[in-house]
């Protein structure tokens, strides 16, 4: 509904100007948008680090489905140092993702990453923080809908300010129906709608439930992300839920960048530049200290 | 040298008794004995016992004047002991030497009071200007003078008086300087008031010369004026909101006879509510505030609307492209008491029903028209009663209803306000004001489809009262003093929808209630032909108090978590401040001076506006618990001078304003976000300042009127939760704004007006890059900057025509020719993009100019009788 609302206040405002607006193209002159270096990168606790790398384009002009696939970067130099090692990491041929057999994530450890590609250099850094698993999760119905719903969690947040935590979800059952029938729900691990971090900053060192929907890919055309199934749970999806406790950039990356893909489009919301912690680039270098639970929604 | 002996003893022989004079008698004799002349202004004299104060200075020159002068040492013991007489200060309060002419300065055709006349006394020039009700009072020694009345477009007048035993009373009715009467010399014109006075940043227009100047689709549009003064920008094309040096929208205070006009504007701003047939007089002060106004930081445009013909009963109205207008008004009680009615109403709705607009038209089913309605009635009580009732009414209408289907939309928005206003005159020298004032503003939204409907609703409320004294105990001070307490009603932001007998839980209304109360004290103090000081100060006191609910919101869900209640009177959170309020002019000569000025201000109610341009729904909200009052301090200096007999008024001012405590929502933030809870939740702080310089070269005289403002200017913000905490300017930072306004008076037929304006143009945030995620996401970079990109700059020129009918019997008109935007510039309004995707899966985007107003001609007619 409240989608709506605004969508009416617009038409208002296109038929005022309409009156006698007149409208044409135009160039815009933004500073010059040389590639920037894009870093997608994470180290998990007990996980080998994973990069992937890609170039970003200008705003302007054509994109086509074959520069979005050639836009990976190869053959960079990817070094991650932790303190005491620094390991230089393999590209897996093809698309540019870049790892490692040396280090592997462990809570406490910082990893300071260097990209050094198309002549420019980028560096980051991100820490490992101790897990901070879920008390409990459960699933439960919304409102009147009888068979769709949330998962609910309760979690005590630790005394300490600063806390950040990320929330990630995937149905690892298979369609008993529809046009997907027979597939898996979720390839991956999805970001609820509504966004996938928090922080501690109003709730620090308190214990409370919390629930979130199911996310959808952006662009998604599946059936369940169009129909009344929209955001919710089903009776009967095994939900693997990934909570993670993870690091200010980390946190304000995906804060700033989900809200910025939510709002976006929209001529009545301010801006939302993303903060990213790759200095010199674009992008994020985070590490995850996550816990997984499994429940069956019912 | 011999130093004079000047100690100061207290011996009882009194000086005072003997000398049953004024201080000029004493002033004579000091002149005849010594054949040094005091210089008057060397003098306080308040008393007719004489008690003096001297400056430093002064007393070093009549340590002199004794010495030089070889007074006999009785006198100087004498002189010497009133100096220091207690009972000498204590006649002050009993006889006086002093009296005091006072009166109403009121035009002669239709008893409207004249607000800022020159009145003053021909002999030593001191004098006064009248309050916004005529009022004006000059104190001074007993004598024989020639009291002169001067106001700019009306014929001066001069009377001889005498003051002696008693005070006078003396009204003045001035009549129009037209230009059947041009020939007349107005002489001994006290034309220099902008050199003169100690204000800074002050601008009185009239609302006959802005009728003269070009206007947009023919719609007389005073705040579009005000914008083309130095200092103030335009929010841009269809946009009421002004910036006054930095300042956002809500940082000017818009009276209409005292009330809080909370939103000025029409139709998304593309006309202002005020009817330019209703309004007697507008000022605007966007530098040093006076004590007596507060509540805002950057300015304060005070409009007074006219108060109806006492002489004679007269209708005047027009028609334009736009709308039409009718203005009634005329005497109760010939003299003392009189009526004006004044409506306007836009008939665009008629144009788009049936038969104008096919039914398969977008158009088809929408109705849209603002309308207004000013009234006002005064009652002369007795000499020193009078009593003001004014109100306005003003509403926009919007409604849509869909041709093919039962979907409709009602969206009704506008101002009510009411002031009521007594005047006393308590004694000839002090002056009284008590105003009651109501104000409203609302806007509602209500949709529906079938059984469904919802409603969006937003306002604020205000109940004021309102005391203001002025005390002119002589020509050298003006003292106002004063109260105010409002109590404030808000309603931020609510909805509420229902389903056929069904109504959905959307949280309860949300209502903040506030006080807000201020006392001031404001001298206007002439210590002599050289230095003027203005000074005040003014205590403000703002509490939010309950009925409150605090939502505590969930970080994540933006739902509330937690709640705090407040009970019903409860102070959430209480703000007193202290409020400085410095000026002051040095006269280098008599056409040329220097100011000087130092401002404090705290704003405790605030604008939460996203866009930037002034929609009907952006919301009042107060200080809270969470909202800090905003804090502002302005310095401002200028240079003023008068060049060919005050022909031409030049000044350059240089200003730097800080603000502290600032709002924006937070980034990202979208309307829906929030329904029902605390819009404040949504706010980050920060702050931002300004500086600039203003120039600004006034022709006032002559066939040839009009000028020329310049303004180069900076404005920059600071806020931790944006722009990764880096500074940015803000989308009306303007480095560059020129405004040319020109009025030709070619002879008693032919007016003709243009004006152009030049405006750097306003900036935006706009993607350089993009880049892919793995999860599908397209992340768009701004390259670290918000609003990086500057639109084109914005200028353009419009030029209009009157011609003034024949006058027949008592029926007056004229036609109003106007061309807006003469040479067809296409200045951008939005730039937007569009992307286009074509099957192969490319990708194009492409930026999009919209321009709203081509070259649009006007024609309005005009009538009087």
């Not at chain 1, 998962?151 to 529809?178: E, F």
Request: with cysteine.
């Amino acid at each position: 509904m409240k989608k709506n609302v605004l969508k009416y206040i617009l038409t208002f405002a296109a038929i005022t100007a309409l009156f006698t607006a007149c409208e044409k193209n135009v160039t815009v002159e933004v500073p010059e948008a040389k590639p920037l270096i894009v870093v997608e990168g994470v180290i998990e606790t007990g996980q080998h680090p994973l990069i992937l790398l890609t170039s970003s384009l200008p705003f302007f002009g054509e994109i086509s489905t074959s520069q979005i696939l050639a836009n990976s970067i190869q053959g960079a130099t990817v070094v991650i140092n932790d303190g005491t090692i620094s390991d230089t990491l393999q590209q897996i041929p093809g698309f540019g993702v870049y790892t490692s057999t040396i280090i592997t994530g462990e809570v406490g450890k910082t990893y300071k990453l260097t990209v050094t590609a198309n002549g420019q250099t980028v560096t980051s850094s991100t820490s490992i923080l101790p897990a901070i698993p879920l008390d409990s999760l459960w699933f439960k119905v919304d409102g009147n809908k009888d068979s769709l719903g949330f998962a609910w969690a309760h979690l005590t947040d630790p005394d300490t300010l600063g806390n950040c935590y990320r929330w990630v979800a995937q149905r690892i059952n298979h369609y008993t129906y529809g046009p997907d029938s027979g597939k898996i729900k979720d390839s991956t691990f999805i970001s609820p709608v509504g966004g996938s971090v928090f922080e501690d900053r109003y709730i620090n060192g308190r214990s409370f439930d919390i629930s979130f929907p199911r996310g959808a890919f952006s662009f998604s055309t599946k059936e369940d992300d169009e129909n009344e199934e929209k955001f919710h749970f089903k009776k009967g999806d095994t939900i693997v839920v990934k909570f993670s406790a993870i690091d200010r950039g980390c946190f304000d990356f995906w804060r700033t960048e989900e809200s910025q893909v939510s709002s976006n489009g929209n001529p009545f919301g301010s801006p939302q530049p993303v903060h990213s912690n790759i200095t010199g680039g674009l992008g994020v270098w985070g590490g995850y200290s996550p816990s997984f639970d499994t429940i069956i929604a019912q | 040298m011999k130093k004079a002996d000047f100690k100061l003893k207290t011996t009882k022989i009194g000086f005072k008794k003997r000398a049953q004079s004024s201080i000029f008698n004493l002033q004579s004799s000091i002149a005849t004995l010594t054949q040094f002349n005091i210089i008057y202004s060397a003098f306080r004299c308040l008393t007719q016992s004489v008690y003096c104060t001297f400056a430093p200075a002064n007393r070093l020159q009549l340590n002199y004047l004794f010495y030089a002068s070889s007074l006999s040492s009785e006198f100087r013991k004498k002189f010497c002991t009133f100096l220091r007489s207690p009972t000498a200060l204590l006649s002050f309060f009993r006889q006086k030497s002093t009296h005091t002419v006072s009166g109403y300065v009121i035009e002669k055709a239709t008893g409207e009071s004249l607000l800022g006349a020159n009145v003053y006394l021909k002999e030593n020039l001191k004098g006064t200007t009248t309050n916004q009700y005529g009022f004006y009072s000059i104190t001074v020694p007993d004598g024989d003078y020639t009291l002169v009345v001067a106001y700019l477009g009306f014929i001066s007048q001069e009377v001889p008086i005498t003051l002696k035993t008693v005070d006078i009373t003396k009204s003045f009715s001035l009549e129009s300087a037209s230009i059947e009467t041009k020939e007349v010399t107005i002489n001994g014109e006290k034309e220099d008031r902008n050199v003169q006075s100690a204000e800074m940043g002050r601008q009185k227009l009239s609302v006959e010369k802005i009728k003269t100047l070009p206007a947009f689709l023919g719609e007389v549009d005073i705040l579009k004026t005000i914008q083309l003064l130095p200092g103030v920008s335009s929010a841009g094309e269809g946009n009421s909101g002004f910036y006054v040096r930095g300042g956002g929208p809500d940082q000017n205070l818009i009276l209409l006879d005292e009330a809080n006009v909370y939103n000025a504007a029409h139709l998304f701003g593309f006309f202002s509510v005020f009817n330019a047939d209703a309004v007697q007089n507008i000022t605007l002060t966007k530098g040093n505030m006076p004590a007596n106004y507060g509540g805002r930081l950057s300015s304060v445009l005070d409009i007074q609307m006219k108060e109806g013909n006492n002489q004679r009963f007269g209708v005047q109205g027009g028609i334009g492209f736009v709308s039409s207008r009718l203005t009634i008004e005329g005497p109760i009680k010939k003299d003392t008491s009189s009526f004006i009615v004044s409506a306007r109403r836009t008939f665009i709705d008629l144009f788009m029903g049936k038969p104008f607009v096919s039914s398969s038209s977008n158009f088809n089913g929408n109705k849209y028209y603002f309308y207004d309605l000013n009234a006002k009635v005064n009652y002369r009580l007795s000499d020193k009663d009078r009593l003001f009732l004014s109100g306005y009414f003003g509403r926009d209408v919007f409604r849509f209803k869909s041709s093919n289907s039962d979907f409709t939309v009602n969206i009704p928005w506008g101002n009510a306000t009411a002031t009521a206003r007594w005047n006393h005159l308590f004694h000839n020298q002090l002056f009284l004001n008590t105003s009651l004032i109501f104000t409203n503003y609302d806007f509602s939204f209500e949709g529906g489809q079938e059984e469904f409907s919802f409603k969006l609703f937003s306002g604020i409320k205000d109940y004021n009262v309102k005391t203001d004294f002025t005390w002119l105990p002589n020509t050298q001070h003006t003292v106002k003093f004063g109260m105010n307490y409002i109590y404030h009603v808000f309603i931020p932001n609510n909805a509420s929808a229902r389903s056929g007998d069904v109504n959905f839980n959307l949280g309860d209304i949300v209502r903040q209630y506030a006080h807000d109360g201020a006392v001031y004290l404001n001298d206007n103090f002439e210590i002599n032909d050289k230095w003027l000081l203005d000074g005040g100060v003014r205590l403000t006191l703002f509490d939010q108090v309950g009925p409150f609910d605090r939502f505590v919101n969930d970080p994540i869900t933006n739902t509330p978590t937690d709640t705090i209640h407040y009970d019903a009177g409860q102070s959430v959170k209480a703000y007193f401040h202290v409020e400085p309020r410095f000026a002051a002019r040095y006269s280098i000569n008599h056409v040329s001076s220097l100011k000087a000025s130092y401002s404090q201000n705290y704003q405790y109610i605030h604008l939460a506006s996203l866009s930037g341009i002034s929609l009907p729904t952006d919301t009042w909200v107060p200080s809270s618990d969470r909202v800090k009052p905003q804090f502002g301090t302005q310095y401002a200096l200028g240079y003023f001078r008068n060049l060919k007999m005050n022909m031409y008024e030049t000044s350059v001012e240089v200003y730097y304003k800080e603000m502290k405590d600032q709002i924006e929502y937070q980034e990202g933030f979208l309307p829906e976000n929030q329904v029902n809870g605390n819009l404040d939740n949504f706010f980050v702080f920060g702050k931002g300042w300004s500086y600039g310089a203003e120039f600004f070269f006034k022709k006032a005289k002559g066939d040839l009127t009009g000028w020329v403002g310049y303004t180069i200017a900076w404005t920059k913000r600071q806020f931790a939760d944006l722009n990764l905490g880096n500074t940015f300017y803000p989308k009306y930072d303007r480095r560059h704004d020129i405004s040319v306004v020109l009025t030709y008076d070619l002879n008693a037929r032919w007016t003709f007006g243009a004006t152009w304006v030049y405006a750097t143009g306003n900036l935006n945030t706009f993607p350089e890059r993009i880049y892919l995620m793995s999860n599908g996401d397209i992340v768009e970079d701004y390259g670290g900057q918000r609003n990086n990109y500057r639109l084109p700059a914005y200028h353009r020129m419009d030029v209009s025509a009157t011609y003034k009918i024949k006058k027949h019997k008592r029926f007056e008109s004229s036609w109003n020719f106007s061309i807006f935007n003469v040479y067809n510039r296409y200045n951008p309004y939005i730039i937007y993009f569009d992307t286009a995707y074509d099957p192969n899966g490319k990708i194009t985007i492409q930026a999009k100019q919209i321009s709203l107003f081509p070259l649009i001609p006007s024609v309005t007619y005009n009538f009087k009788f």
